[in-house]
């Protein structure tokens, strides 16, 4: 399973004994950035809270289908659905409206009554608007329309109404998104048509699908719903008004006045999507955004902190050393002023009294000198001349990743200086270099102590056998 593991993270080395070196420069950054975080989750809150909820995505379809494809779409009740419908007509005379004419269901060969509701699925629909002839010649028919002429009407003409299922798209409706009701006096889509009486119209409606999916959470089924509109029409017409006989069985002769019928192309509908923003969703949201902010914030202190650190370690290492040399300079002045205390003494004390006096002294220099030691300093003790590093302000950290314009400036050479001996000492090939020689200068070297060639012996591996 081990090569598996693509998880785990390489080592790290550790800076000055701390897993990173902490700056203020760092921490006034990630100040900046809480409040930044923290201003943008309460402007996602403010903006939930008042805006829409639901995601809404539309699309026109435009298929092509083969005859099969299309036959078993129109089985289906998404593509053809079944509306419920009120027809009327009337003819306006003398003031008044009459009705003359009368509404047939072609496709199921019954009348319909005028104002009642029926339904039928949009492809069924075939509807013939008819008038009853007195005689077979129809010749009442043609003294209505010389009745009208008279009544100053320059185009006879009749009314046709129309009423269907209506409907409201409320896409941030927590319920659903298509409302209908079963009050059609409430929710009806209406039309009016004026038709002429001297002529057979047939109009075609255009009928137009909408198809609408709802994406639910997690282990949660999608819903689905459907309606549609007229959308259009078209429209033809004959000169005169054709004579019918819708029963061969009888002998009652009909003028057919018009014709209504729809194209239902459910190969081109409109689908909508939509998809609730929860509460996860702007939390991850806002998760995201939050680590896209924290990468360019870290991508910004690179720049600094690489030269930052560097420079530090070097300061830490000039500083402790310029310490220490103060330390034993200190302490060489203390041996020579004890020493001349001791041999001013009166001859008559005893020579053991001195001898204690002098071992003391040496403890406590022997001690000072271990105290520092450690510090991790264990550098030349004999060094005199070295120097404290000064200050640098955090901007020249900055200014240094363009060191090649700033070059005449002295902390740029300082900085740059530092970065040279980091990337020199501390690289991976002149590490494994240098243990390699060391290694290869213990196998040759005669050990004094034996015991000093067990690493048990460390002092901090004795304290770890004690947990043990």
């Given at each position: 399973?081990?090569?598996?593991d ?6 790290n080395l ?17 100040l900046?950035?809480l409040?930044?975080?923290i201003t943008?989750?309460v402007y ?6 008042k ?7 539309s ?5 092509i289908k ?7 779409r129109?089985?289906n009740?998404f593509?053809?659905p079944?509306i419920?419908?009120?027809l009327?007509?009337s003819?306006y005379?003398d003031?008044y ?8 269901d072609n ?6 009554e005028?104002g009642?509701?029926?339904s039928t699925?949009i492809n069924?629909f075939?509807?013939i608007i ?10 009442d028919?043609?003294?209505?329309l ?6 100053e009407?320059?185009i ?5 109404y129309?009423?269907?299922d209506?409907?409201?798209?409320d896409?941030q ?21 004026l ?5 057979t119209t047939?109009?075609?409606?255009n009928?137009?699908?909408?198809l609408y ?7 949660q089924?999608d ?7 007229i959308d259009s ?8 008004p054709l004579?019918?006989?819708l029963?061969?069985?009888?002998d ?11 194209n239902n192309d459910n190969t081109?509908y409109i689908?909508?999507?939509r998809?609730r923003?929860s509460?996860?969703?702007?939390l991850a ?11 360019g914030v870290?991508f910004?202190?690179?720049?600094y902190s690489?030269n ?18 103060y ?6 002045d203390?041996e020579?002023?004890l020493?001349k205390?001791?041999f001013?003494i009166?001859d008559d004390?005893?020579e ?10 040496e403890?406590?220099n022997d001690?000072?000198f ?8 264990s550098?030349?003790?004999s060094s005199t001349?070295?120097?404290?590093i000064?200050?640098l302000?955090?901007?020249d950290?900055?200014l240094n ?10 902390s740029?050479?300082?900085i740059h200086?530092c970065?040279?001996?980091v990337?020199?000492?501390a690289?991976?090939?002149i590490?494994?270099?240098?243990q390699?020689?060391?290694e290869?200068?213990l ?6 102590d ?6 048990e012996?460390?002092k901090l ?8």
């Open positions: 399973m081990h090569p598996l693509i998880i785990s993270n390489s080592p550790y800076i000055l004994r701390k897993e990173s070196n902490k700056t203020n420069f760092g921490g006034f950054l990630f900046i950035y409040i930044i975080i943008i989750f996602y809150i403010i903006d939930y809270t805006n829409d909820k639901y995601i809404i995505q699309f026109n379809h435009y298929n083969t005859k099969e494809e299309k036959e078993e129109n089985k009740d593509y053809n079944t419920n419908f009120t009327s007509t003819v005379f003031g409206f009459f009705n003359l004419l009368q509404i047939y496709k199921k060969e019954k009348f319909i005028k009642s509701k029926f699925k069924d075939d509807i008819i008038y009853e002839c007195n005689n077979l010649n129809c010749s028919y043609l003294e209505l010389e009745h009208l002429r008279d009544d009407f320059d006879p003409s009749y009314y046709l129309i009423a269907y209506g409907f409201t798209l896409h409706n927590e319920n659903k998104p298509i409302i209908k009701t079963e009050d059609n006096n409430k929710m009806l889509f209406r039309r009016f048509e038709l002429n009486l001297n002529k047939n109009i075609t409606y009928w137009k699908n909408i999916t709802e994406k639910k959470g997690y282990f089924k819903s689905n719903d459907s309606c549609g509109y029409y078209n429209s033809y017409y004959y000169d005169i004579r019918i006989r029963n061969e069985t009888e009652k002769k009909y003028l057919l006045l018009s014709e209504f019928t729809f081109q689908e909508y999507f998809k923003v509460e996860l969703d702007l949201n806002f998760l995201s955004l939050m680590v896209n902010i924290f990468t870290k910004v202190f690179s720049f690489t930052f650190d560097n420079f530090k370690i070097i300061e830490k290492i000039l500083n402790r050393q310029a310490k220490k040399n330390k034993i300079n200190n302490n060489i203390i020579d002023s020493n205390k001791f001013s009166n004390l005893n053991v009294n001195i001898q204690k006096d002098i071992e003391k002294t403890n406590n001690s000072d271990h105290e520092f030691e450690d510090d991790d300093c550098d030349d003790k001349d070295s120097k404290r000064k200050k302000h955090f901007f950290f900055f990743n363009i060191y090649c314009c700033l070059k005449n400036k002295k740029q050479k300082i200086k970065n040279q001996i990337e020199k000492y690289s991976i090939d590490l494994i270099k240098n390699i020689l060391i290869n200068f196998k040759d070297y005669k050990w004094n034996p015991d000093l060639n067990n690493v012996n460390n591996f004795k304290k770890l056998k004690a947990y043990l």
